[in-house]
């Protein structure tokens, strides 16, 4: 009985739709029942025109047709439902887990000579300092001559110079800004000049190229008591409010007189150790008041006006401030250094 193929082919054609994994399976199941050349219902299709019985015709007709629209009717749902389920799979993979552990942000610090330098001039804006700059290339009368350090001055042999030409060089000290900043700014005044310097060691112990800090304070009626008082304000600023200070006498070419600032000694508390060789005080810096035949060079009257001056490296601070045994290692380019805050 025809019909009775009819129910088996559709029925074998639901099964394939039904088991299509994906829309290539399902487009091929598709094709074996319904293709338009040989489908199995295509081909059922084409029996009616032999059947010679006009009821028995319209009637296998009827059922051919309904049996074809049926299946396309499941294939288009089973398509629709394979689509939906590659759709969930695509966004599944590519969704954010916002759960997830994010990685650990690494965090950075400043450089300690960035730190100490940023410390040192917040120290002495408080006490009304302005923060100045200069050339790092500088005239050899900047540099040595103006702060009383004429050609052939001892002080020029412990200072081992990069020259340019004759008559320009890398700064060995911060000192020519106080010439530039007089004769700039006048009295009274006080500023300070962080900054590099150069010279031309490069032992285990010395960087070619380093930081200083000069600061100068002109103005009526300045003493050394003034110069006292200041370093000791930065003194403990910089190195806790616990610390004792010393001023010890010594020579400086452009100060008259001059004085060596020792503080305690932050490891030993004055007991004696390593670090202060059993002294008890760590000697941080040089100072004096100003040599009247600077300020003289600086357009500055010494008759009305006196000031003190005062110096010294960054890294050195930097080193007793924050502990560090060994200069070199602020050279390394060691990211650890500054990962430790
Ligand atoms: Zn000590």
């Known amino acids: 009985m025809v019909t009775d193929d009819l129910h088996e082919v559709l029925r074998r054609g639901l099964e394939a739709v039904r088991a ?21 219902l295509t081909l059922m ?15 296998y007709g009827l059922s051919v047709n309904e049996a074809c629209r049926r ?13 939906r389920e590659r759709q969930e799979v695509a966004v599944a993979a590519e969704a954010l887990d916002l759960t997830w552990p994010a990685p650990p942000l690494r965090r950075g610090h400043l450089h300690p000579v960035t730190r100490m330098t940023r410390e040192i001039r917040r120290v002495f804006t408080q006490l009304g300092y302005l923060t100045l700059s200069g050339p790092e290339v500088e005239y050899d009368r900047y540099n040595f001559t103006l702060v009383n350090m004429p050609p052939g001055h001892p002080s020029r042999d412990t200072q ?11 700064r060995t000290q911060t000192s020519p800004v106080q010439i530039r900043a007089l004769v700039a700014l006048g009295a009274p005044l006080r500023v300070i000049v962080p ?41 403990r600023s910089i190195f806790g409010a ?5 001023l010890r006498p ?11 600032l020792d503080v305690s000694c932050m490891v030993c508390e004055g007991k004696g150790c390593r670090l202060c060789k059993h002294s008890g005080w760590i000697e941080v810096l040089g100072s004096g008041m100003v040599h009247p035949d600077v300020l003289r060079n600086g357009g500055v009257d010494p008759e009305h006006y006196t000031g003190f001056a005062f110096g010294f490296g960054i ?27």
């Open 20 to 40: 299509a994994v994906d829309l290539a399976s399902l487009d091929e199941a598709r094709a074996r029942f319904l293709g338009r050349g040989d489908g199995e």
């Open 71 to 83: 299946l396309e009717e499941d294939v288009e749902a089973r398509r629709a439902q394979l689509e």
């Open 250 to 260: 010594h020579n400086f070419s452009f100060t008259e007189p001059s004085l060596e």
């Open 160 to 170: 081992d110079t990069f020259y340019i030409d004759d008559s320009r060089l890398l």
């Open 195 to 235: 900054g590099k310097v150069f010279r031309r060691d490069n032992d285990p112990t010395h960087s070619p190229v380093f930081h200083q800090v000069e600061g100068l304070l002109v103005d009526e009626g300045v003493t050394a008591g003034d110069l006292k008082g200041t370093l000791e304000f930065f003194a």
């Open 45 to 59: 299709r084409r029996r009616i025109g032999t059947i010679a019985d006009p009821d028995a015709k319209r009637q």
């Open 242 to 246: 616990e610390r004792a200070i010393r």
């Open 315 to 341: 890294e050195r601070a930097a080193q007793l401030a924050y502990g560090i045994d060994d200069v070199r290692v602020l050279y390394e380019n060691d990211v650890r250094l500054v990962g430790q805050g």
